[in-house]
């Protein structure tokens, strides 16, 4: 009866406990996401205190608006079917077959998806815009085509296919295709009755990530659409920071949220399908030696295809930059002459760093006192309510979170407009979902009876966690950081309006000197998105070196 009684009083600590972890996190999004957002969209949608929700039907009327919804959209649609056509053989070559180099070429892979968008763009115009590759050898200019956009949205999410669908393709048992075989079931059969049912899932999730990315694109589109293609992220910006109409830009964020909300809705359903039982093996025992003409066909086919697509973008971007004779625009990085900033470029070096460590430990103990509550499995409504609110700064456009920073926070008791912790708190919104997702399935996977044994022996919650969890989530912990550092690193919707001209980031500098005119402003875009390039690279490659076939995936 007494260790019934200490069970019960144990169980009611934890739950105490992770009613405090939510705490945090729950106050951090209240204060610096829906205060925010909420006054964008107050300030656009209400006049005199009255709300005009007619204005959405307003908006929504004009054509050059359905236009940019239509652009959006289809744009979207067509980047995820290119994407799913040209990832899904590399997915197959990473599951199913083992070569030298495999490692050095999953690395290359995943490079593009922790580059900041404005860097992607920059090296596809490198590529394919006025004086690029392609000018030059053929005369031909894709820049302001809409085959710009939807390349380079395949170099940027080429790895979510390969990491979603590729991560669960070798851990499903041969086994059972070599049985339909078996039962004369020929290999195109075998594949699509067996393989491709379970694969199912982790394909539609994939495809929901690249649609929710391309949604909401907006550095490549910014960059390699110029003034004839807008997408919802871009046409916000547009409307908030060059012609000042803050309504519109209120609707068209509402329409986003809307959208993306749906999107993450059915995204979260594919995932919990995903999680059905399927029978799994250890991944580390599927891939094999390619066999046969076919299987070494494919494997060069990959190989090709990651060259010409994944790193000649990349290649191009870092020649560039070293076209002027003795580092001239590597150099020109060091003078703040003829700049658009009031300091040297080369100064975005240390802010981006500064900001994105800052950004990062916000990120990594927000996202990491949610993940802890998110284990809580007695409390499904709530827990599931707190899950969504991780993922909304998913689901509205980075520049109303910081056009809303402006508005919001600029008198007390929250007056940070002229603080620098401003751009932390911002890229901090970002990196949370992804230290969510990272740590969550191994913070699951922890057997729960330990938990409540340590409890039981009078363990207090934050002994509980110290002793039992972080021994086996550090490694998570550190990927988490890894990818929340690198995508602070790159986060430009919402720096570009709060960073100031005197503490410019990288993915800022980039993109004022890629809107001046002349070859040295050019010049100096390029040697900058080669320095972010870097580091992003090296950020990844320690990541890689921490991976779990557990914390590998995104």
């Known amino acids: 009866m007494d260790l019934a009684r200490t069970e019960v009083a144990a169980r009611r600590r934890g739950n105490a406990a992770r009613l405090g972890l939510m705490a945090l996190p729950v106050a951090f999004f209240g204060l610096f996401f829906a205060y925010p957002v909420a006054a964008i969209l107050a300030r656009g949608l209400r006049v005199d205190g009255v709300w005009r929700l007619g204005r959405l039907g307003e908006v929504l009327a004009q054509s050059d608006i359905r236009h940019v919804l239509w652009f959006t959209t289809w744009q979207a649609l067509a980047s995820t079917v290119l994407t799913l056509l040209i990832a ?33 763009g920059t090296a596809f115009l490198a590529l394919v815009g006025r004086g690029g590759l392609l000018d030059e050898l053929w005369g031909v200019r894709l820049d302001t085509t809409v085959w710009a956009i939807l390349l380079a949205h395949v170099f940027f999410n080429y790895a979510v296919v390969v990491r979603t669908v590729g991560g669960l393709w070798a851990q499903l048992d041969p086994r059972q295709e070599e049985a339909a075989r078996l039962l004369g079931a020929s290999r195109l059969r075998a594949w699509r009755t067996v393989t491709l049912p379970a694969l199912g899932p982790a394909v539609a999730a994939a495809a929901l990530m690249v649609f929710l990315f ?12 110029g003034p004839t293609f807008s997408t919802l992220e871009v046409e916000i910006y547009r409307q908030t920071s060059e012609i000042f109409d803050l309504s519109t830009a209120a609707v068209l964020t509402v329409v986003q949220f809307a959208a993306v909300g749906s999107i993450l809705a059915v995204h979260a359903w594919t995932v919990r399908r995903r999680e059905t039982a399927l029978r799994l093996v250890d991944a580390s025992g599927t891939a094999r030696r390619p066999r046969g003409a076919g299987q070494w066909a494919l494997l060069a086919g990959v190989l090709a ?28 990085l060091t003078s703040a002459e003829g700049n658009v900033f009031l300091v040297p470029p080369i100064e975005a070096i240390g802010n981006s760093l500064e ?12 996202g990491g006192l949610a993940a802890a509550a998110l284990t809580w499995r007695d409390a499904g409504r709530l827990v ?10 998913l689901g509205v456009s980075a520049v109303t979170v910081g056009f809303g920073f402006l508005i919001a926070l600029d008198e007390p008791p929250l007056n940070l407009r002229a603080t620098w912790i401003l751009v932390p708190l911002a890229q901090a919104l970002v990196g ?57 690193l790159g986060e430009f919707g919402a720096t570009v309006f709060i960073a100031r001209p005197d503490n ?21 875009a390029m040697a900058l998105s080669t320095i972010l390039m870097l580091v992003c690279a090296v950020a990844l490659l320690v990541l890689e070196r921490l991976r779990t076939d557990r914390t590998g995936e995104f």
């Open 305 to 332: 295809s990651s060259a010409v697509l994944l790193v000649l973008p990349l290649a191009v971007l870092v020649q560039r930059s070293f076209d002027a004779p003795d580092f001239a625009y590597y150099r020109a």
């Open 88 to 120: 899904l053989p590399g997915a197959y070559v990473f599951a199913r077959l083992d070569f030298p180099g495999k490692q050095v070429l999953r690395a290359v892979v995943t490079v593009p998806f922790v580059l900041p968008t404005v860097v992607v």
């Open 432 to 488: 949370v979902p992804f230290v969510v997702r990272t740590m969550l399935p191994v913070l699951r996977a922890v057997d729960g009876r330990l938990r409540e044994a340590a409890a039981v022996l009078g363990a207090s919650p934050w002994r509980v966690w110290r002793e039992v969890d972080l021994p086996m989530v550090r490694r998570a912990l550190l990927v988490a950081a890894g990818f929340a550092f690198a995508v602070s």
């Open 214 to 225: 391309t949604f909401t694109s907006f550095g490549v589109v910014q960059i390699l659409g």
């Open 384 to 393: 599931r309510g707190f899950d969504a609110l991780l993922m909304l700064p």
């Open 355 to 366: 900001y994105a460590l800052a950004a990062t430990a916000i990120a990594v103990v927000i």
């Open 504 to 524: 410019p980031t990288l993915p800022v500098a980039v993109a004022k000197l890629l809107g001046r005119a002349g070859e040295l402003n050019y010049g100096q």
